[in-house]
């Protein structure tokens, strides 16, 4: 095993965990996006095949000025983007990542599996309540393992105030 710092990268809002809906996320925040890109450039990301899908649909590309590795147990995408690595299991994504600093970027279902492996998590954590609009949760009790360590901002973009903090074990 890699002598890795694997971090988790997730925005929701507060008390439901709410994070997104048929695909997409459920504001456009562009402090966070900025926060996101600073964070994960020249680093390497980690999502589920769902996740990926979103990016496509939104950006037309996968992530750039990143490793971006999918975890699917498909095969379907993996001729169609020759610079993305599509592993089937979270050991495989660690093993091949480059990078010794790793971000599992999403969504739900990864980080329901997967929470129990962050050293710390990156949590833009947002100040609504459109629950009704979800389908996509981030498990908040996981947070329950953490500690609270920085604010590293607070804001207020598109009618939403937000805060970003870092948790750490
Ligand atoms: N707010 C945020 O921070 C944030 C971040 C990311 C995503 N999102 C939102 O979350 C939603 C997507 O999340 P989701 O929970 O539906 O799906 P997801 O976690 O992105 O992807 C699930 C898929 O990943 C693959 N997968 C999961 N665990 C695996 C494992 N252990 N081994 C191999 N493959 C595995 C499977 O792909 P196959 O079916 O191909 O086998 C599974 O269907 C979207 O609405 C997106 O916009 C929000």
Not at 105 to 119: A, D, L, Y
Not at 146 to 152: A, D, H, L, M
Request: charged share 25%; aromatic share 12%.
């Amino acid at each position: 095993m890699k002598n890795q710092k694997i971090y988790g990268l997730v925005a929701f809002e507060s008390g439901t965990g709410a994070m997104g809906k048929e695909g997409k996320l459920l504001w456009h925040l562009p402090s966070d996006l900025k926060h996101f890109k600073n964070l994960t450039k020249n680093q390497t990301v980690i999502m589920g095949r769902k996740t990926f899908d979103s990016i496509i649909n939104a950006c037309g590309s996968p992530l750039p000025q990143r490793e971006n590795i999918v975890l699917s147990k498909k095969t379907t995408n993996i001729d169609t983007y020759k610079d993305v690595l599509f592993v089937d299991s979270m050991d495989k994504a660690l093993e091949h990542s480059k990078g010794e600093t790793v971000f599992i970027i999403g969504g739900g279902e990864v980080f329901k599996t997967f929470s129990n492996i962050f050293c710390g998590v990156y949590a833009t954590i947002l100040d609504t309540h459109k629950t009704d609009n979800a389908d996509t949760f981030f498990p908040i009790d996981t947070l329950n393992q953490f500690t609270k360590k920085e604010i590293i901002g607070k804001f207020y973009e598109n009618s939403i105030k937000y805060q970003i903090i870092f948790f750490s074990r």
